[in-house]
C-alpha cells in the first residue's frame, strides 16, 4: 500500500468486492444494515481525510479488515457465522462466539487509529499517557456501542436479537468490553514499534 495513494484500487475493490457479497441474501436485512454501517461510514470518512490526513497502510490494512470482520457478521449475523458454528462443535463451545472477534477487533483497530492522530497531532506529550488515553478511548468507543445496541433493542423488536447477539449470555456487554480493551491493549503491545517506524516515514512525505 502506497504512502503517496492511501486508497489505493485493491484497497477499494477489496472493500466493495466484500460489501457486494455481504449485501447479497443476508440473514436479516435490518440487521444487515445495521452491523456494516460503520463500514460504510468509516470508508466515507477515509475517502475524505485520504488528502488532508492519510493515513499509515498499517492502519489502513487494518481498517480493511475490521470492515471485512462487520460484513461477514451482517451477512450472517453475528450468532450465526458458519466457521464459529463449526469451532463451537469442535470445542463444545455454549454459544458461537464471532461476536468476540467482531469486539476484540473493536478494539484493536481503533487503538492504532487513536494512536496515530495523537502522536502525528501532538496532542498529547509522553508514550504511557498516549496508551492511557488510547485505552480510554477504546473503552468509551465499546461503551458507546453497547449503548447503540440497547437503544436498537428498545427501538427495533425485529432486528433487536440478531444485532445485539447475546444469545443468552447475561454478561455479554461486560464480556464485550472487556474483548475490546483486550484488543487495545494487544495492539498498542504488539504493534507500537511498528508502528512508529511507519508514522516516521509518513511525516516525512508530509
Not at 457486494?20 to 441474501?25: F, Q, Y
Not at 454459544?95 to 469486539?103: C, E, F, I, L, T
Not at 447503540?148 to 447475546?166: K, Y
Request: net charge neutral; proline share 4%.
Amino acid at each position: 500500500m502506497s504512502y503517496a495513494r492511501p486508497l489505493p484500487i485493491l484497497w477499494t475493490v477489496s472493500f466493495f468486492a466484500v460489501l457486494i457479497w455481504s449485501g447479497i441474501a443476508p440473514k436479516d436485512y435490518p440487521t444487515w444494515v445495521l452491523e456494516v454501517a460503520p463500514a460504510i461510514i468509516g470508508f466515507i470518512v477515509l475517502a475524505l481525510t485520504r488528502r488532508s490526513f492519510p493515513l499509515t497502510p498499517l492502519v489502513y490494512t487494518l481498517i480493511l479488515l475490521h470492515c471485512w470482520i462487520l460484513m461477514v457478521g451482517g451477512h450472517y449475523t453475528y450468532a450465526e457465522v458458519p466457521l464459529f458454528d463449526t469451532i463451537k462443535e469442535i470445542f463444545d463451545q455454549s454459544r458461537n462466539n464471532y461476536d468476540k472477534v467482531g469486539h476484540f477487533a473493536q478494539g484493536f483497530v481503533p487503538a492504532l487509529i487513536c494512536r496515530e492522530i495523537l502522536i502525528r497531532r501532538q496532542v498529547i506529550n509522553g508514550k504511557n499517557f498516549t496508551h492511557f488515553f488510547t485505552l480510554c478511548f477504546v473503552l468509551a468507543l465499546s461503551a458507546f456501542y453497547e449503548l447503540i445496541e440497547w437503544w436498537v433493542a428498545l427501538f427495533s423488536e425485529e432486528a433487536a436479537d440478531a444485532f445485539l447477539g447475546t444469545q443468552g449470555y447475561v454478561w455479554d456487554t461486560q464480556s464485550d468490553m472487556a474483548w475490546a480493551l483486550t484488543g487495545g491493549i494487544s495492539a498498542l503491545l504488539f504493534l507500537s514499534g511498528y508502528h512508529n517506524k511507519q508514522i516516521k516515514q509518513r511525516q516525512k512525505l508530509s
